[in-house]
T-cell receptor, first 114, second 110 residues
Framework: NAGVTQTPKFQVLKTGQSMTLQCAQD?????MSWYRQDPGMGLRLIHY???????DQGEVPNGYNVSRSTTEDFPLRLLSAAPSQTSVYFC?????????????FGDGTRLSIL | DQQVKQNSPSLSVQEGRISILNCDYT??????FLWYKKYPAEGPTFLIS?????DKNEDGRFTVFLNKSAKHLSLHIVPSQPGDSAVYFC?????????FGKGTRLHILP
């Protein structure tokens, strides 16, 4: 009964380093998404995917890459970390179109860029 | 453009009273609206939803009202309890992505 699993839970990076935030779901959901949450800013959509092989940009995509090679996995890559990317990152999966089924969120990754 | 808007960043309510959280939207094609609750250091969790063909949905202490003509929905919590202190997001599934409001932080005062 794993749901959405995000790893790592915490990470500290130096400016310019790269890393990948992992997200995996075991509910066979087609739709997956990444958000960042900053104080007073709510949930801002970074990238999303409506199925394997399909990704699209959200509200704040700059500095991030994603891929969706399988239904289960949706990793988020920081290409060259910047202090402005210090945030809490949430991955979610669920149904999309015309559905009242909720999105399932992971517990988040707290990322600090020094 | 922000299709789902929560214009109150925070709200304080006395324990036992009614909490009313508001949400406005611009896209009349949304089929459903959902409310999520988020505690610190946790991911958001689903609270309650409403179909666009209904004007009310109730689940225990939580009731969501939908006014389609005004493109407005509200979440009522009665009675408010200390454990209701959290951030609440309204959301709507669009054609290709889920649209979230920016959230309202609810403080339940003793």
């Amino acid at each position: 009964n794993a749901g959405v699993t995000q790893t790592p839970k915490f990470q500290v990076l130096k400016t310019g380093q790269s890393m990948t935030l992992q997200c995996a779901q075991d509910m066979n959901h087609e739709y997956m998404s990444w958000y960042r949450q900053d104080p007073g800013m709510g949930l801002r959509l970074i990238h999303y995917s409506v199925g394997a092989g399909i990704t699209d940009q959200g509200e704040v995509p700059n500095g991030y890459n994603v891929s969706r090679s399988t239904t289960e996995d949706f990793p988020l890559r920081l290409l060259s970390a910047a202090p402005s990317q210090t945030s809490v990152y949430f991955c979610a999966s669920g149904e999309l179109r015309g559905s009242n089924q909720p999105q399932h969120f992971g517990d988040g990754t707290r990322l600090s860029i020094l | 453009d922000q299709q789902v808007k929560q214009n109150s960043p925070s709200l304080s309510v006395q324990e036992g009273r009614i909490s009313i959280l508001n949400c406005d939207y611009t896209n009349s094609m949304f089929d459903y609206f959902l409310w999520y609750k988020k505690y610190p250091a946790e991911g958001p969790t689903f609270l309650i939803s409403i179909s666009s063909i209904k004007d009310k949905n109730e689940d225990g202490r939580f009731t969501v009202f939908l006014n389609k003509s005004a493109k407005h929905l509200s979440l009522h919590i009665v009675p408010s309890q200390p454990g209701d202190s959290a951030v609440y997001f309204c959301a709507a599934p669009g054609d290709d992505k889920i649209i979230f409001g920016k959230g309202t932080r609810l403080h339940i005062l003793p």
